[in-house]
């Protein structure tokens, strides 16, 4: 069996099943070989990682050698880790309680079909100026619903369109010019210092190689990084993530969390993911959304407050 990034876009429950479903397939003698970024649910599965780099394979190792890497030699492999426990969370910006509300949502309904019931029934929370705040809850619970649902007739769609930037979990349909570059220059003024400005954020994503090539001959996680940086050219004070470190390995996900800090000098950023390694390093917190509701808000400034975000998300 030939998996290709199997879980990007999966929340912990189903990322158990499908660890359910692999280990079942082992027992039965069968052989699996995953391509993958995410690793921590593999810790009870694989027999072996093999480290790919420049079309080769540079290293395989056992289970056991790769459980007992250091946090450095993960780095140095770019590998994410394969406990969560492990994750930190970096010291950040704690924002004035007295900073002003960017974006406030007040009890949004949404219904698809007569018979289906509400998705949506009555989702209210607000997130304030330069704050950067996770979106979290089960695959289906309505986290992208709610987001386009912003963009109804109820809210002043108009309006709202020229203050929020939705960058779409489906990179590929947000891109229009014959290049990279083109697509980060598209809709700016293109004078010395905005290509001086361009050419450093694409040598901060390992992108400056790929400048010259169609958006549409990237990789997966290429074409997420090239959204990431087109929301961050942007002018609009509101952006909004759908998963957007998936098929990012351990140095891609590090440098989009990164940026997305960088985002909120300027900017305000939702984040719709299932990512804890991203929710550590860019989240001030999480809204857990369920049963058609925002039900909960989770701080995110220790190791201990992801370890309660970890829960909810693991309770699903």
Known sequence: FLLDEPTANLDFAATQQLKEILLALKRQGKTLLLSEHRLYYLADIADEFWVMADGEIKGKYTAAETKAFSVERRQTLSLRTLDLAEITVPEKELLPKTAPTALAVSDVRYTYGRKAGDTLSGVSFSVREHEIVGLVGANGCGKTTLIRALFGKPQNPKQLQKQVLFILQEAEFQFF????????????????????????????????????????SLSGGQMQRLTLMMAYLSDKPIVILDEPTAGQDAESLERCAALIREMRKKKTVLIITHDPELIAGACDRCIGLSDGHAEIELPVHSERDLQVVRQYMERF
């Open 177 to 216: 010019t014959n290049s990279v570059l083109h697509e980060l220059q598209y809709g700016h003024a293109v004078t010395p210092e905005f290509e001086a400005k361009t050419e450093a954020l694409l040598k901060s994503m390992d992108m400056w190689g790929c400048r010259d090539r169609h958006p549409f």
